[in-house]
């Protein structure tokens, strides 16, 4: 499993709205709230179907959607007038970071759940090739 673009992607989003909050983006919390309309959001979707049963996808999508709620939070404190705070959760010790960071670890998981059956492995390795062209 190449988790290489779906990583990508959340790494572009996630400058994106670092980006927004100090001063210099156009994402707003009805933006970010919506966890399925980000790369990663669909390619989650779109291998529902497949791998919904392993544990490690479940809880990708757990804390993905618990990231864009974060997310959403952090720019309603930037709408609110309270730019700071909405930093300090995106710094290192804050809880955008962590969830982040969390996403990141669960989607190594997820690739390594993926291929522990050698018919998943197929099975895996046939999706990619055809969805991540």
Excluded: N
């Excluded at 670092?18 to 959001?41: F, S």
């Excluded at 709620?69 to 909405?86: H, I, K, P, T």
């Excluded at 291929?115 to 046939?126: G, I, N, Q, T, W």
């Amino acid at each position: 499993m190449d988790v290489g673009r779906p990583l990508r992607a959340h790494a572009t989003w996630l400058a994106h709205l670092r980006e927004t909050l100090y001063g210099h983006g156009p994402l707003t919390a009805g933006m970010a709230i919506a966890d399925t309309e980000c790369e990663l959001g669909q390619w989650l979707q779109r291998r529902e179907a497949a791998y919904g049963h392993l544990r490690a996808f479940k809880e990708l999508a757990q804390i993905h959607t618990r990231f864009h709620r974060r997310a959403a939070y952090c720019l309603q404190l930037v709408a609110d007038g309270r730019r700071g705070e909405a930093i300090a959760e995106a710094e290192e010790r804050g809880e955008l970071r962590r969830l982040s960071r969390l996403l990141v670890s669960t989607f190594h998981t997820l690739q390594l759940e993926a291929v522990a059956d050698p018919d998943e492995r197929r099975a895996f390795r046939s999706l990619v090739d055809v969805g991540e062209r």
